[in-house]
C-alpha cells in the first residue's frame, strides 16, 4: 500500500480520535463523579452540533465575519451542557442517585429518546451542513497532500487542551479537588464542608458541554442527520470502556486507538468502519474487563 | 396469588375473542404478543438487575432466518419456521451469552447494543445477501400444511401465538419460583454471596441470557410471518429500546406485566401516529419517566395490586 | 493434633500501599476450633478472604485437604467444603430468609429444576430444623432487610452450615448479638459444629468468648501471626494483653 495512504489514514485517525475523545471523556468524568453511565450522552452531543450548526448558519446569513464562527462554537457547547444538562441532572438524575443501576440506565435512556425526538421537532431532519469555521482555516500541506487546518490541527489542539485543562483544573483548582474529594469518598467530602450536590451539578454540567463541543467541532465538518447521537454514545461508551472508566488521561489514549483503527478501516476496507470500534472494545474487555487503565476493585467483605 | 391467576385468565379470555370481533386487530395483536415474548426476555433479565439495550439482535436475527428459509422453500411450514427460527436465535444467544455474562450493569447493556448494531450495519451493508435497508419479503407459508388466505393465515397465526405465549409465561413464571429463579435475582441481590455457595453467577445468567434470546426469536420468528417482511429496523436499538420499555411499562413484578405493556404500547402507537407521529419516542420516553418515579412496579403492579412503590424502594439500595 | 485439614503458608498480599498480609501463615487442624484476634487493621478478613478464593495472594499458597487451592475461586473452594460467614452478613436482603436458606440447600444439592417451585422445595424440612438451630424458626417468613442485624449475622452463619461445609470460616460471629446472647449463640453453634465434626476458624474481638469457645488463639498483626497458643496461654501473655487486649477490644 502506498506510505502516503497510511499517512492519511493516521491524520484523519487523529482528528476522528479527538472528536470522540472530547464526548468520551466528558462521559467518563460524570460516571467517575456520579456513578451514573448516562446513556443520553450522545444526546448532547448532537445537539452540540445542531446548536453550533445553527449560530453558524445564522452568523453567515447575518453577513458577520466568519472568525465570528469560532466562539460561537464554544458558546454554544457550553449553552448546550448548562441548560439541557443541567435541566437533566437537576429534574431527574437527582432522583435516582444511589438507586439501583438498572434504574439509572433506564431514566437516562428515557431522556435519550426524548432528546432525540426533540432534536428532530427543533431542527428538522433535513441534513445541515455548516462548513464554513473550517474552509476559513484553509489547508496545509503534509508530504503533498492537502489536509483541512481545521482537522489536522484545531481539532487535536482543543483536544490537548482539554485534556490538559482538566488535568489542570482537577489536581490544582480548589473546586477540581473538592470534585476527586466526593468521587473518592463522598461521605468523608461531605463532612469536610463540599457541597455533594453541588459538585454533582457542575460535574455533570462540564461533561455535557464537553460532548456538545465534540458536537460543535464535528458540524464542520460533516453534514448531521438525525441519529448522530446513539452512533456516537456508543463511540463514546467504547472509549471509555476501554480507558476504564472514570479514566480521563487513558480515555486519551483509547480515542486515539479507537480514532486510528477507524480511519485504517476507512481506508483498507471500508465495509467494516462501523464495525471497527465494537471490535476493539470487544477484544479489550474480553482481555481487561476492567478497562486498559484501571485497576481492579473488589467489594468489601 | 390466586388474584393473578384470575387476572391472567382474564386476560387470555379477552385476548382470545376479542380478534372474533374485531378482524383488524388480529395483526396488531399478535405483533403485541411478540413484542410482549421479546420483553419478557428483557423481564428475566431484569430480574437479575441487568438490562439489555440489544435484544433486537435476537429478534431480527430469527425473523430473517425465517425470511431466508421461507425464500428459498426450504421450509414452506409456518410451524417448521416458527420452531427454526426460534432455535437459531438461541443457538445465537448462546454464542453472544458466552461473552455477555461476564459484565454486569452498563457493560452488560453497552456490549448487547453493540452486538446488535453490528448485526443491524451487516444488514444494511450486505446488500445482495439482505436485500439491505429495503429488507426482505416473507413469502407467506403453508399453516400444518393448508395454503391459507391472508385473513385465515392471520387468525391461525394469532391463536397459535397466544398459546405460545401462554407456555412460555407459564414456564418463566415456573421457572422464576424456582431455586434457579431465586438464583437469577440473587445475582442483583448480593453475588458475592451466590459464589459462596459454591454457584456460578456466569452459568446462572447464561441460562437466562439463552431463555431471553429463545424468547426475543419466538417473537421475532411470528412477526416475519406476520407482516410478511423483515427489515434491518427489527435490529435497530430503537426496537430493542422498546422492548426495555415494555418490560418497565408492564412491570417485571408478574410475567403477564410484558403483555400487558406490549398492549399498552401498541395502543399509544396507534394513538402517537395521529397525534404525534414525529415524537412518539419522546412520549414514550416521558412515560417511561412516570412510570420509573410514579409507578415502578408498572401496569402489572397497578391491575394486581400488588404494592408496587414499597416492593421498588425495598430493591433499591 | 490430628490430620491438618487446612493449611496457608507464607501468604503475602500487599494492595494500595497496604500489607495487608505479610507473611501469613496457619495450620489447622481437623475439629480445631482456632479464634483469630487482633487490632482492626491487622489483616484478619484479608487472611480470610485469601484462603477462601476471594483474594489471591502475590505469594504462599492454601492447602485445603491436600490439594491446592491459592488460585480457585470462591466458588471452586466453597464446592470442596471450605464455608464461610461475613463480617458484614452477605445475604440476598429482598429475599425471604427461608428462601436465603433454601437457595443454599438448593447450592449444595445441585437441585435447579425449573419445575421444582421454592415452595416445595424437597429440603424443606431440613431448612426449618437449621433455622430452628439458631433460633430464628419464628422469622422464616420474613424479608432479611427487615431484620436486624444481629439476626442477618446468625443467618449468614446458617447459610455456610448449610452447605455441610468441613471448615469454616466465621467473621465475627457475635458482633452484632447482644452481650447477653452471645453465649447462649456460641453454644449452639460449638454444637452443631461438634454433631457434624466441623473444623472452625473464627475471628473473635470478644476475649470471654475467644476463652470460652477456642481451643487455639491465633494473634494477628500487621499481617501475620504474631503469638499462637491456647487460649490461656495467649489471653496471658503480657504483650498481647497490653496490644491487643488493652486496645483492640
Known amino acids: ?301 | ?317 | 493434633m490430628s490430620g491438618v485439614i487446612l493449611e496457608a503458608d507464607d501468604l503475602h498480599l500487599r494492595f494500595g500501599g497496604v500489607q495487608a498480609a505479610n507473611g501469613a501463615s496457619l495450620k489447622v487442624a481437623a475439629n480445631e476450633r482456632i479464634a483469630i484476634i487482633g487490632p482492626n487493621g491487622a489483616g484478619k478478613t484479608t487472611f480470610i478472604n485469601l484462603c477462601t478464593g476471594y483474594l489471591k495472594p502475590q505469594s504462599g499458597r492454601v492447602v485445603f485437604n491436600g490439594q491446592d487451592v491459592t488460585r480457585l475461586s470462591p466458588r471452586a473452594i466453597t464446592r470442596l467444603g471450605v464455608g464461610r460467614s461475613f463480617q458484614i452478613p452477605q445475604l440476598f436482603l429482598d429475599n425471604t430468609v427461608i428462601d436465603n436458606l433454601l437457595l443454599a440447600l438448593s447450592a449444595r444439592e445441585g437441585s435447579w429444576s425449573p419445575f421444582t417451585p421454592m415452595l416445595r422445595h424437597p429440603k424443606a424440612e431440613e431448612m426449618w430444623a437449621l433455622l430452628d438451630l439458631v433460633g430464628l424458626k419464628e422469622t422464616g417468613n420474613r424479608i432479611v432487610r427487615e431484620l436486624p442485624e444481629g439476626m442477618r449475622k446468625l443467618i449468614d452463619i446458617a447459610v455456610a452450615l448449610a452447605l455441610e461445609p468441613k471448615l469454616i470460616f466465621m467473621d465475627e460471629p457475635t458482633s452484632g448479638v447482644s452481650s447477653t446472647e452471645k453465649f447462649q449463640v456460641m453454644d449452639t453453634l460449638t454444637r452443631v459444629l461438634d454433631a457434624r465434626a466441623t473444623t472452625a476458624v473464627f475471628v473473635e474481638h470478644d476475649m470471654d468468648v475467644v476463652a470460652r469457645y477456642a481451643n487455639r488463639v491465633a494473634v494477628w498483626a500487621g499481617g501475620r501471626i504474631a503469638h499462637q497458643g491456647t487460649p490461656e496461654e495467649i489471653l496471658n501473655h503480657p504483650e498481647v494483653r497490653e496490644t491487643v487486649i488493652g486496645v483492640g477490644v
Not at chain 1, 449560530?55 to 466568519?66: D, F, H, N, S
Not at chain 2, 412516570?290 to 400488588?306: D, E, Q, R, S, T
Open chain 1, 1 to 301: 500500500m502506498p506510505p502516503e495512504m497510511l499517512l492519511l489514514a493516521a491524520l484523519d485517525g487523529l482528528a476522528y480520535g479527538s472528536l470522540i475523545f472530547l464526548v468520551a471523556v466528558g462521559l467518563s468524568l460524570i460516571f467517575g463523579v456520579l456513578g451514573i453511565v448516562n446513556v443520553a450522552h450522545g444526546s448532547f452531543y448532537a445537539i452540540g452540533a445542531y446548536v453550533a450548526a445553527a449560530g453558524v448558519l445564522a452568523l453567515g446569513a447575518a453577513g458577520l465575519p466568519t472568525w465570528l464562527a469560532f466562539p460561537t462554537l464554544l458558546i454554544a457547547a457550553a449553552l448546550v451542557g448548562i441548560l439541557v444538562g443541567g435541566l437533566v441532572e437537576i429534574a431527574l438524575l437527582r432522583r435516582v442517585y444511589g438507586k439501583e443501576e438498572v434504574l439509572q440506565l433506564i431514566v437516562t435512556f428515557a431522556v435519550f429518546m426524548i432528546l432525540e425526538d426533540a432534536q428532530k421537532v427543533v431542527f428538522g431532519v433535513q441534513p445541515y451542513f455548516a462548513n464554513a469555521p473550517m474552509n476559513w482555516l484553509g489547508t496545509v500541506e503534509v508530504f503533498g497532500i492537502f489536509y483541512t487546518t481545521y482537522q489536522l490541527i484545531l481539532m487535536p489542539l482543543v483536544a490537548l487542551a482539554v485534556l490538559v485543562g482538566l488535568r489542570f483544573f482537577l489536581r490544582r483548582t480548589s473546586f477540581g479537588r473538592a470534585i476527586v474529594a466526593v468521587t473518592q469518598d463522598r461521605e468523608a467530602a461531605t463532612a469536610m464542608g463540599i457541597d455533594a450536590a453541588r459538585v454533582y451539578l457542575i460535574t455533570f454540567i462540564i461533561g455535557a458541554s464537553l460532548a456538545a463541543l465534540g458536537g460543535a467541532l464535528a458540524s464542520a465538518t460533516t453534514s448531521l442527520t438525525p441519529g448522530i447521537g446513539a452512533g456516537t454514545l456508543v463511540l463514546s461508551f467504547a472509549v471509555a470502556a476501554i480507558a476504564g472508566l472514570g479514566r480521563i488521561e487513558g480515555a486519551a489514549v483509547a480515542a486515539l486507538l479507537i480514532g486510528l483503527g477507524r480511519s485504517a478501516a476507512v481506508y483498507f476496507a471500508p465495509e467494516f468502519d462501523v464495525l471497527i470500534p465494537y471490535l476493539i472494545m470487544m477484544v479489550v474487555l474480553l482481555v481487561r474487563p476492567q478497562g486498559l487503565f484501571s485497576t481492579v476493585q473488589t467489594r468489601k467483605v
Open chain 2, 1 to 317: 396469588m390466586a388474584r393473578q391467576l384470575v387476572f391472567g385468565a382474564a386476560l387470555i379470555a379477552a385476548l382470545a375473542v376479542f380478534p372474533l370481533f374485531s378482524p383488524w386487530s388480529t395483526v396488531i395483536l399478535t405483533v403485541a404478543l411478540c413484542e410482549g415474548l421479546a420483553a419478557l426476555g428483557i423481564m428475566v433479565l431484569l430480574r437479575a438487575g441487568q438490562v439489555s439495550f440489544g435484544h433486537g439482535l435476537f429478534f431480527s436475527f430469527s425473523a430473517y432466518a425465517v425470511a431466508f428459509m421461507a425464500a428459498a422453500k426450504v421450509g414452506h411450514e409456518a410451524l417448521v419456521l416458527i420452531p427454526v427460527g426460534m432455535a437459531a436465535s438461541g443457538l445465537l444467544a448462546a454464542i453472544v451469552g458466552l461473552f455477555v455474562v461476564r459484565y454486569r450493569a452498563i457493560f452488560f447493556g453497552m456490549l448487547n447494543l453493540a452486538i446488535s448494531m453490528v448485526f443491524f450495519s451487516l444488514l444494511e451493508k450486505l446488500f445482495s445477501i439482505t436485500g439491505g435497508a429495503d429488507g426482505k419479503r416473507v413469502p407467506r407459508p403453508t399453516f400444518a400444511g393448508v395454503e391459507f388466505g391472508r385473513e385465515q393465515f392471520e387468525l391461525a397465526t394469532f391463536y397459535v401465538t397466544l398459546v405460545l405465549c401462554i407456555l412460555a409465561a407459564l414456564f418463566v413464571a415456573r421457572y422464576l419460583l424456582s431455586p434457579g429463579g431465586k438464583a437469577l435475582e440473587a445475582i442483583k441481590s448480593n453475588e458475592t454471596r451466590l459464589e459462596y455457595l459454591g454457584v456460578s453467577p456466569r452459568k446462572v445468567l447464561y441460562g437466562a441470557y439463552l431463555l431471553s434470546g429463545l424468547l426475543a426469536g419466538l417473537g421475532g420468528a411470528i412477526i416475519a410471518l406476520v407482516s410478511g417482511h423483515v427489515t434491518p429496523e427489527l435490529a435497530y436499538w430503537v426496537r430493542s429500546g422498546e422492548f426495555v420499555f415494555i418490560a418497565i411499562l408492564g412491570g417485571i413484578g408478574g410475567v403477564a406485566g410484558p403483555f400487558l405493556g406490549a398492549l399498552m404500547f401498541q395502543i399509544i402507537r396507534g394513538y402517537a401516529a395521529v397525534y404525534a407521529p414525529e415524537t412518539w419516542h419522546a412520549v414514550l420516553g416521558v412515560m417511561l419517566l412516570v412510570i420509573i418515579f410514579f409507578a415502578p412496579a408498572g401496569l402489572y403492579g397497578i391491575v394486581a395490586g400488588k404494592g408496587g412503590k414499597a416492593q421498588r424502594e425495598e430493591g433499591g439500595r
